[in-house]
């Protein structure tokens, strides 16, 4: 098998460090609102490498985090009135739902950064102890202080986004430095801010940053050296160059993973899909639309390290492509003699998900086998041993090939149309009208769900 590793640019042969076990860690989400389909792209992805390597006889340790405290949480629970802590559980209780839906199984460990603090703590400790942190001065009525890393200390700093710290620094902002020794040091722990959650530390009352909770949480359940680091491109810089600076400082194994596989980012036009952009398909609604494995043949029809354009043309052709192939498994074989020999079909899909987990050759090989299902079933010949392997085939892909009693998807444009169309109606205070069209969707058994995002909609039932 081999793999992109981003560490060194190349496809390299993969080869976990302990025999047949694989220690995997992936980037999870920060729940502070609606997950989208650029989420149930990247961890698809993930799922499919974890279900092949164990499908090939590897034991993988799956870990997978909630950044359950960020800037963007605590705005929104400032905005609602709420706790962090409620918001957090909500959404990530929404995406466990959603990613279930999606066939995505379950990492074997959860962390959630809130209850790693003691953790997180010990390794700053380390790494002032060891010279590539410090404290910065004390801020605000409580005395409490930043603590910074010390980039200029890891002299490889830059390896994976593959930067040197002389062109970071030409494009860095340099003032104020905010008790920086350098523009690019970066935040380890953060003094708490009036009305913000916080924590004790020894450096006052605070809380982590970003990059600090996923080493500590790494370092904690797979300890100082893993085979396997996921996530998004987007998080090659700084996230995952922050990652590999100060868990290789914190415990002078070289290197953090082994293998660093980034997947490409779903696109809405020519923009990737973000929360924070505010262009996002929410992955509920797609899943109580299309099905989920509508969305993953879509997603793993591409090359995962390619960018991925959402359209209704593309998801509707996801959803017949999934239909195809539950239906040449779903027929009885009643035929006998001049049976398929499987055995191909299985060389070809291990030969495509061996070169780079190629799951777009991989699906071509399940439609292959599917026609050729049919063509000889419509014959008169068994099929029961290639519809066997179809459907072991498929699973290894994450497809359940199970009916799914979805809304017409033709319809969904018509639907997104008359939505914006009850939009503009209630803007213009046109509310009879408005709700007229709620009220007839409602008849056709399409609900609408109105919420601080705007709104959005799934069949009834």
């Known amino acids: 098998m081999r793999l992109h590793n981003t560490l060194s640019g190349r496809v390299e042969e993969f080869t976990p460090r302990n025999d047949n076990q694989v220690l995997m860690y992936v980037c999870g989400i920060t729940p502070y609102a609606d997950s989208h389909l650029g989420h149930a792209m990247s961890y698809i992805i993930f799922d499919t490498l974890r279900r092949y390597l164990e499908y090939r ?12 405290i960020d800037d963007k949480l605590i705005a929104r629970a400032e905005a609602e009135g709420r706790t962090v802590e409620a918001i ?24 959630r950064a809130t209850q790693e603090i003691p953790a ?24 409490a202080s930043d603590v910074y890393f010390r980039v200029e200390k890891k ?18 902002r340099i003032e104020p430095l905010e008790g920086k020794e350098n523009p690019m040091d970066f935040t380890l722990w953060k003094s708490a801010k009036p009305g913000e959650p916080s924590w004790s530390s020894p450096w006052g009352e605070g809380r982590p940053g970003w990059h600090i909770e996923c080493s500590a949480m790494s370092y904690r359940h797979l300890g100082a050296q893993i085979d396997i680091h996921g996530g998004g491109m987007d998080l090659v810089f700084p996230h995952h160059e922050n990652e590999i600076a ?37 992955m509920r609604q797609a899943i109580d639309t299309y099905g989920g494995d509508a969305i993953r043949v879509f997603v793993l029809s591409s090359g995962y390290r390619s960018p991925l354009t959402y359209s209704v043309e593309a998801i509707a052709a996801g959803k017949t492509g999934a239909e195809r192939l539950r ?22 899909f291990l030969a495509a998900m061996d070169d780079d987990l190629n799951t777009s050759q991989a699906i071509g090989v399940l439609f292959d086998l599917a026609r050729d299902i049919n063509r000889k079933r419509d014959a008169g010949h068994a099929v029961g041993g290639a519809q066997a392997m179809l459907r072991e085939l498929a699973g290894v892909l994450g497809l359940r090939l199970e009916a799914s009693a979805n809304v017409n998807i033709g319809a969904a444009p018509f639907i997104e149309l008359l939505i914006s169309l009850r939009k503009e109606l209630r803007e213009a205070k046109q ?4 709700d007229r069209i709620r ?22 039932g």
């Open 431 to 434: 509310y009879q009208l408005a």
């Open 327 to 348: 239906n040449a498994v779903e027929t009885p074989d009643a035929g006998s003699g001049d049976p398929i020999d499987p055995e191909p079909y299985k060389e070809r």
């Open 57 to 68: 006889g590897y034991e993988v340790k799956h870990v997978q985090n909630y950044t359950d």
């Open 155 to 172: 002299s490889d700093y830059g390896k994976l986004a593959k930067r040197s710290l002389d062109s970071m620094l030409s494009g860095a």
């Open 88 to 111: 957090a559980d909500e959404y990530s209780a929404d995406f466990s739902k959603s990613i279930a839906d999606l066939n995505v199984l379950p990492a074997h460990i959860y962390p």
């Open 120 to 143: 997180i703590v010990e390794m700053i400790e380390g790494l002032i102890d060891k010279g590539y942190a410090y404290v910065g001065p004390p801020k605000g009525a409580h005395e």
């Open 439 to 460: 009220d007839g969707l409602t008849d056709l058994d399409i609900v609408l769900e109105d919420g601080p995002g705007g709104t959005t909609w799934k069949p009834k």
């Open 246 to 282: 100060q868990t290789e400082a914190f415990t002078g194994e070289v290197p953090f993973a082994t293998y660093w596989i980034h997947n490409g980012l779903m696109q809405l036009g020519d923009q990737k899909m973000s929360k924070s952009l505010g262009n996002l398909i929410n």
